[in-house]
């Protein structure tokens, strides 16, 4: 390129400038107001562009942490035999609550109860602004041993954790370790387990009492099976700030 197209070229603005050009524009009363209008809708997509760049960026980031769920739920069969297992959705909260605040995720509900069925619809919010949702309609889960009440949560709860399970790629079952028994039986930590908990946020410099109520528990000896790596990858986040 000659020195001369060098000095006509002009350089490519980033987002930022683009939206201070928006904003410059938006003092002066002398712009037109359909120009405005349409520099308002150029920003909007901009923000937008952004927002959903962000999302997927970050969820991307946070697949990797996100652990196996233990399926401590039964559902038996009328010889009292167990006939299938799942996640329950307290356990599924507890696992993901922690990991989605650490990436900038919130996670919400909305519910109808429609013709005698229940619609639960999941959101998955960024800090960014972008969002994306998902939405299960089910029967009323009717028992001999439930109200309507109980039988409607029942249901809700269902379809929160499909609807969490498909926005994040949740998984339930069981681990290698020890057959997955300890595992899918929802057992805590063992005794070298918590020694080496304790050791890693010694080492980090981590307030315990502090990194307990992030977590979502009362002590380390609570900390559940399943829940074991995703301590461990919290602890080694902190560490990574440090550096």
Known sequence: ??????????????T?????????????????????ERLLA???????????????????????ELPTVAERG????????????YALWEDVVSVITPILSRHGFALTFRTS?????????GVLTHQEGHSEETTLTLPIDSS???????????????????????????RSGLSEDDDGQAYSRGECISEKQVADITALL????????????????????????ANYDAVIRAIEAKRRKQR
């Open 202 to 225: 010694s080492e980090v410099g981590a307030d315990k009492v502090r990194f307990l109520k992030y977590i979502g528990i009362d002590s380390i000896e609570s900390i559940l099976v």
């Open 113 to 121: 109860n429609p013709e005698k069925l229940v619609t639960v619809t």
């Open 144 to 170: 001999d041993f439930r109200n309507l009440v109980q039988s409607i949560g029942s249901s809700v709860s269902y379809g929160k954790r499909y609807t969490a399970a498909a926005l994040l790629n949740l």
């Open 42 to 64: 150029m920003q909007e997509r901009i923000l937008d562009r952004n927002a959903k760049a962000a999302y997927a960026a970050a969820l991307s980031r946070m697949q990797p």
């Open 74 to 85: 039964t559902i038996k069969n009328k010889a009292g035999g167990v006939q299938s297992r």
């Open 1 to 14: 390129m000659s020195a001369e197209a060098k000095q006509v070229a002009a350089p490519v603005p980033d």
């Open 16 to 36: 930022t400038s683009i939206v201070q050009v928006i904003e410059r524009a938006a003092l002066n009363p002398a712009v037109d107001i359909e120009k405005m």
